[in-house]
Structures are given as C-alpha cells and as structure tokens.
C-alpha cells in the first residue's frame, strides 16, 4: 500500500497563476485534510471531508478550494496564487473524523 | 479557541540524557496524538492517546496524557542521535479536526 500520495512534490508559481494539488490514500479511508505548514506555526487545517460526497472549511480557507473526487481523492485548488500561499502543504486521511491521521509527503509550493 | 502549547519549542540536549516536552491545551478534550517530523519530511503518527491517564511507550519515549490538567508529556529516555526531530502534539478540536502546536525541534547532540 502506498498510504497517501501527493502531487507535484515540488511547484514554483507566479502570482495569480492557478494550480491544483492532488492528494488519494489507498486506506480506504472516509475522511480527508489539507493542512498548511509554515514556519514556526505548526500545521493549520485548510479544507476536510468528512466522508464522500462532503466538504467544509477549515482554520484557514480563504484564497483556496477543494474537491472530494470520490473516496481515495481530494484535491487542493489555488485559483489565483499569492506570495502568501508559499508553503508546505500536507493531505492526510483517517478512517473517521479525529482519528489517527495518516500524512502524504507534502508539496512545497513557492509563488514569486 | 483551542490552543495548543508546546514546551519548550527548541532542545538541544546531549546523548544519554533525559528530557521532557509538555503540551498543554486550553479546551476539554479525551483526545491527543504525537507526530514526529524530520527536516524536509512528512508527519510521523508516534502515539495516540484516549483517555485520561493514558501512557504509551515506544523505545526512548513515553507519552502520558492528564486531560483534568489538560496536559501531556513526551519524555525521552537516555537520548540518542536519531531521535533528532520535530515532535508536535495535536488535539480534537470540536470533533472534526485536530489542532497541532508549534512544534518541539529537538536535537541530540553527542
């Protein structure tokens, strides 16, 4: 199994360029995280899916969206980036809401 | 709000010693993990913690969670290099996310 996967592993953007990041989990879990990392902050919750089907807002939702495409896939959409998006950026799965969580490899995104 | 407290955020300490890192957090909850990170790496699940008076154990480290203090501890027994990292703690926040602290980076050094 290769638990959760992440693509790119690496972007470098301009301002207000557009991209999406692909997230999927082999677990068969229900539930699905974006999170941000930056420095000194720890990790801050963007987007979750509860299950399929569902999508809701996290700590800090603003500037993104996201889609849960089925069960193993959900996706991170930066409309029109900005140099305060530059992060790491973490999906991770569980099989139910606040369980343990499984972490993909993260996706440094830098936008100039 | 849930806050998450890490404590302290930065240890360097020498091989073969001991050492404690606290995370308070300001709300109710049964609930508290530990990650580790190593630089340029993904999160690592460490221990998941239930119930009050819950303790974990996994080689040098032990976690314990006291939810009336709303506290838990990773204590690391007789360091090594390889426990060098970052270990977060995260808790439930309201039952649909987990809240993470800042992260304690930890270094051993011989």
């Known amino acids: 199994n290769a638990g959760v996967t992440q693509t790119p592993k690496f972007q470098v953007l301009k301002t207000g360029q557009s991209m999406t990041l692909q997230c999927a989990q082999d677990m068969n879990h229900n539930s699905m995280y974006w999170y941000r990392q930056d420095p000194g902050m720890g990790l801050r919750l963007i987007y979750y899916s509860a299950s399929e089907g569902t999508t809701d807002k996290g700590e800090v939702p603003n500037g993104y969206n996201v889609s849960r495409l089925n069960k193993r896939e959900f996706s991170l959409r930066l409309e029109s980036a900005a140099p305060s998006q530059t992060s790491v950026y973490f999906c991770a799965s569980s099989p139910i809401l606040v369980t343990e969580q499984f972490f993909g490899p993260g996706t440094r995104l830098t936008v100039l | 709000e849930l806050k998450v407290e890490q404590n302290p955020l930065f240890l360097s300490m020498q091989e073969g010693k001991n050492y404690t890192i606290y995370c308070n957090y300001s709300?109710?909850?049964?609930?508290l993990y530990w990650y580790r990170q190593d630089p340029g790496k993904s999160l690592e699940s460490l221990f998941v913690l239930l119930s009050n008076g819950a303790v974990k154990q996994e080689g040098r480290l032990m976690a314990s969670l006291d939810t009336k203090a709303r506290l838990s501890t990773l204590h690391i027994t007789a360091a090594v290099h390889d426990l060098s990292a970052t270990y977060f703690c995260a808790v439930d926040r309201a039952g649909y996310a987990l809240n993470f602290g800042k992260g304690t980076s930890l270094l051993v050094t011989p």
């Open positions: 709300t109710t909850s049964d609930r």
